[in-house]
């Protein structure tokens, strides 16, 4: 038995007659029993006329003598059809009588079963149920994802919006005639009953796996029908403004846009420009391929680079690379692997020249893993993948990997400027220096400098003047013409500036303190004082 009311009958039999499947009734009916959904569309569409031809029986029993609420109605609208009553108010209150005595209604009602819906476009009919599921699930199994839940999300195409509210315009007569507090959001979407339906059969494919409402592993699929797109286009004339063109949309006629509209135009207008209800459509909607996703996965650890030829990003100049391998592919590339991800997006605290090697802890670094098929690793396997890192070239090693939240990566980029770098130089000088020339350097404490953005740099960022502070220093002289500068530096200072001046643009500089001219030769990080990611015991 459908959980109908005697109000909906009305609606019921406008609906069937308009050409809706079962389904699409129920949700017009704000049937909200998921059961009702779930049931064989034929089995619902016969529990449909079963009744409605209830109402006839009893309406047949009516003229046999017995009053009832329709004819006592119909009295008193022919009573008060001179007060200027609009003469169609008997057909609003009793619509069976218009509808199924006439040819029309009987032979609409003849066909449905075989016609595709006129709302939902064949969706709630032939396009789901355990077809779709045994489909959906082979999908998934294919895919190799691992998962514990799931969610399916659904794409219609737009003009759904548009039939949805001619057939919204069908009823809404009969629906106000009954004074029922029934409004256009109440009704059930498509999306929604799909679910219903589809939920469990996709359940029972994937061997109990729950089709959940949130979830990290999502199967969508998109539905489309070339046939009816043309359905939306005099919203463009009546809503300009809700039409505009965007770079990578292909269509103007995106569901928001079309719910905006809809939204905006009045109902005579609606009626003037489009049928009500809609026309019947020639075939059903199309499924375009089922495609899954699972959300980001985070990954966080610090690295160390040996090497003083390596760029921390791929190094392109005019469409050619210049070296031949990157910090972040090098260590993207088993992480990948190992996640079976389809891509990533790697952020570091800071960054290193191609000819800098960062030593110590390493430099804290966070990579984004794009629809990764595996999710889940123990404390072990990351080791292993830490090793395999360390193991595939003698240029970069990792430390502290873990996985981490989207939230937490942040924390890497969380006051960066406060934060502190060491680093050791090697500084030539041109004129000849003595252990005692240089050892006054050790005293410097919080020297301010100047730096006006670097010439090296000029061509990507703003020319701009800005202040950092050298907390400390320390020196230890090699030979006459060389000797290591340590350094404790606020975040963000250039240090090759710092030494050989920049031609005046950094000021103070290691020139200018030693009375020389001064160039650097190496460069290492020895440290990043970023205390994230937490360190990993071993
Ligand atoms: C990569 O990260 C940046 C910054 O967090 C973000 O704006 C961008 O959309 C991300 N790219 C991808 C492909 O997710
Ligand atoms: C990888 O190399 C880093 C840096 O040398 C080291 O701290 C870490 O223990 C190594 N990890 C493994 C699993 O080899
Ligand atoms: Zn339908």
Redesign the pocket.
Known sequence: MLPLKEKDKPIVQKLLSAGCCARCVLRFCCVTVQAAFRQAQHETLKDLRAFIADKETSKVQDSTGQSSTCETESQDAALSESDADPPCKRAKLCPTTETVQSEGGSDALENVESRVCVVCLGILQGSCGPDLAVKIAETVKAKNYQFDTLVLSISLPAQLCVREHSCWLHVKKEVRAKSLVLDKDDIIQVKEAFKWIMQGLVTKELGGVAVVGKSPFEVGMEFTHPKTESDCHFLAKSCPDCFKATKNKQSVFTRMAVVKALEKISDTRFLQMYPCPPVEPSCSCTLQDIKCLHVSVFIAGRY?KFCRSLPQTPWVIDGERRMESSVEELIAAPILSAFRADGFNFSSSGREDVDVRTLGNGRPFAMELLNPHRSRFGRAEM?QL??TI?KSSDKV???DLQIVSREAMSRMKEGEEEKTKTYTALVWTQRAIEKEDISFINDIKELTLDQKTPLRVLHRRALAIRQRVVHSMNVRFVDSHHFYLGLKTQAGTYIKEFVHGDFGRTKPNVCELLKTDADILELDVESVDVDWPPPIP?
């Open positions: 160390n080791k830490q090793e360390n090693r990792v430390r071993e």
